[in-house]
């Protein structure tokens, strides 16, 4: 509530400093003409073609990054053999800005369709659920595992009902981690290596000097991250099992 | 009675600190015998590895040197038929009063059916009807306790293991699973240790009770508790009951005064740690 006085605070004072000149109406136009570019992208499709478009690619970035990152995060935290070999290698890709891969990206799939996009949020999604999925099965406690191996679970119990339960407010907090960063990374991609999508929106828009149109994707995207990233967190409590946790 | 549950053999049993890497004695050749069917109490001054005892007989431990037989044969970790009942309950957090009761369950390969009706059954004897679907946290201290009873239940043990079990309960509540856990025991026929620094508590419930020297323990004297049976609340005020307890603090005090005199070396309260750094490489 106290959120939303400070965006009408915000957006009326940039109304009234571009209502008395004191902002070049081309480089910073004034919210009245970014609502006017929002209501025309919107009604021509092209805003929800393009936000669509960035989705997407999104989630499927995330889908295979979850599907790689969570099976090699319980190994690595259970085996220390694979621990051995896969970490040093994870440490050293992490460092990678995700945008750094956008080269290797466009040369892999192109720039033409979703590939090199989905690529980048892969790449950007992998690392924090590895890591948390990581974490979170290396920090079980104790206790559960003695009192799993002393019920007589073997091997598959001790990791489906103790340790993946165990480490599960962990991992969706890795997946919420990885949707910011992913979300992030798809528009810094579609800005390069893209025909479509929120970036490639503001992209095209920026070189036809369509200011508002640039200023109507950016709000779009902030309002599409705040949304899913409320909507995880209601995920994130209802997996966790930590009575009382709070939100970091 | 022919062969023992329980048969310990010189075992010796040491940890090292990690970080100094001192090495310290917590067993020092011990040799006991559990028969089938006993109710047995370990007391001994702390550090006199009571807890480390009885994770060797749970099988989280190995010995050093010496042999532990369960049933005649070498124990090679844990095992259902000698379950633990944990100090600090050891439940599953993530997982209801019945999906905890249900996981030994499970693990025997009952169908899901069969394991929902033995949770009920196994938290109906611990009096926990109609809190099947509560989580740990939404539970007091007892009935939590009463959720790690109902699940060692459910394994069908030979042995139930109990490390301090109520220490983290109110004395009300304790001596009501005092009570609980000496009806189960004579209802089951089962094997029961128990691990505890309170006196009342050994003689109340125990038929023998294994008296530890400090470190590095040995098992000092065995005594054969010798009270009316069945055990109630009066037993406590029985002739021999104080006559018993004044000999076990007496024996006790010579340890504790022991160790007190040879705690010029490392550090008394160190094995916990120890035993957590062992168990983590074993998922």
């Known amino acids: 509530m106290k959120g939303l006085v400070s965006i009408i605070l915000i957006t009326a004072s940039w109304q009234a400093a571009s209502m008395l000149g004191w902002l070049n109406p081309y480089l910073m136009p004034p919210p009245s003409k970014v609502l006017r570019a929002f209501i025309e992208t919107a009604d021509e499709g092209v805003l929800f073609i393009y936000l669509a478009a960035s989705l997407k690619r999104v989630l499927t970035g995330l889908a295979i990054g979850f599907a790689a990152a969570v099976p090699l995060g319980v190994l690595a935290a259970s085996r220390a053999g694979v ?42 999604s992998f690392f924090p659920m590895f890591l948390h999925t990581f974490s979170g099965v290396r920090h079980i406690e104790e206790i559960h595992l003695n009192a799993a191996r002393t019920l007589g679970a073997d091997r598959k119990m001790l990791l489906l009902d103790v340790a993946i339960p165990s480490a599960l407010p962990f991992i969706v907090t890795g997946l919420r981690i990885s949707l910011g960063f992913a979300w992030m990374s798809v528009i810094a991609a579609e800005l390069i290596a893209s025909s479509s999508g929120l970036g490639y929106m503001i992209e095209m828009n920026r070189s036809m000097m369509n200011i508002p149109n640039v200023i109507c994707g950016m709000v779009t995207i902030g309002a599409v991250g705040y949304v899913m990233n409320e909507a995880i967190v209601r995920v994130e409590r209802r997996f966790s099992w930590k009575p009382g946790r709070q939100e970091p | 009675m022919s062969e023992p549950l329980f048969k310990a053999e010189a075992v010796h049993k040491s940890f090292r600190d990690p970080k100094s890497g001192a090495s310290l004695e917590a067993l020092g050749g011990l040799s006991l015998e559990i028969q089938e069917g006993e109710f047995v109490s370990v007391i001994g001054p702390s550090g006199s590895g009571k807890t480390t005892l009885l994770y ?48 030994p369950l499970k693990a025997r390969g009952l169908s899901p059916s069969a394991r929902r009706a033995g949770a009920r059954k196994y938290l109906s004897m611990v009096h926990l009807d109609g809190f099947e679907d509560k989580y740990p946290h939404q539970l007091s201290g007892g009935m939590k306790q009463r959720v790690g009873i109902a699940r060692a239940l459910a394994c069908g043990p030979d042995a139930v293991l109990m490390d301090e079990p109520f220490a983290a309960l109110d004395n009300i509540t304790r001596e009501m699973l005092q009570e609980e856990i000496l009806r189960l025991w004579s209802g089951l026929g089962k094997t029961f240790v128990l691990i505890t620094h309170h006196l009342d508590e050994a003689i109340f419930m125990s038929r023998r009770i294994i008296v530890m020297s400090a470190r590095p323990g040995v098992v000092k004297e065995s005594i054969a508790v010798d009270l009316p049976e069945p055990r109630t609340a009066e037993v406590k005020t029985h002739p021999a009951f104080t006559a018993l307890k004044a000999r076990l603090m007496k024996s006790l005090r010579e340890e504790v005064e022991k160790s007190l005199a040879a705690s010029r070396g490392p550090a008394l309260v160190l094995d916990m740690g120890v035993i957590k750094v062992a168990e983590k490489e074993a998922l």
């Open chain 1, 83 to 124: 621990r051995a070999y896969l970490l040093p290698v994870i440490e050293l890709l992490r460092p990678v800005p995700p945008i750094a891969w956008i080269p290797l990206a466009i040369l892999w799939f192109g720039i033409k369709g979703d590939g090199a996009s989905a690529f980048i949020t892969f790449i950007a």
């Open chain 2, 56 to 103: 060797l007989m749970a099988g989280f431990l190995k010995p050093d040197s010496g042999r532990l037989l369960y049933k005649g044969a070498e124990v090679d970790g844990p095992s259902p038929e000698r379950t633990v009942i944990f100090q600090d309950y050891g439940l599953f957090p993530w997982k209801t009063a019945a999906g905890n009761v249900e996981f």
